[in-house]
């Protein structure tokens, strides 16, 4: 299977869409701050899902979705940071939290799944 045909790449690249349509609301003075912070996380996520998908080794392919999901916590936080200082609302980033929730779920199900296969 292609990492392109994965759920888990697909809602990343739909997360990472999201944050594109949303940091257009962020201030004008956080254009090199906020915005390129969420970008770079939020385009990490598929990357490095991608990036995993290919390796040979259970070891990397752990690593790689272990950077992905590192990127989805930082990605949240920036979130939080949004909605705390008021520029973005839990309505705007609903539908982010949700793809960023289900994002880490998977990832972390395909961790665990590498892991144990790992011990057999």
């Known amino acids: 299977m292609h990492y392109r045909e994965t759920v888990v ?6 997360a990472a869409k ?15 701050g906020m915005r390129v912070q969420m970008t770079r996380a939020a385009v990490s996520v598929p990357s490095n899902i991608a ?3 290919t390796r040979e ?5 752990r690593q790689f979705l272990s ?18 200082i008021g ?3 839990a309505e ?18 395909f961790r665990q799944r590498l892991r144990q296969k790992a011990k057999e």
């Open 18 to 32: 999201e944050v594109y349509r949303l940091v257009r609301f962020l201030p004008r003075e956080e254009t090199y």
């Open 92 to 109: 705007q980033t609903a539908s982010l939290r949700d793809c960023i929730d289900e994002t880490s779920r998977m990832l972390t199900t």
């Open 9 to 14: 790449w697909t809602r990343a690249v739909q």
């Open 67 to 84: 950077v992905a999901q590192g990127s989805l916590a930082e990605l949240e936080t920036q979130l939080t940071l949004c909605e705390e």
């Open 51 to 53: 990036e995993g998908w």
């Open 57 to 61: 080794s259970k070891a990397e392919k």
């Open 87 to 89: 520029w973005l609302s």
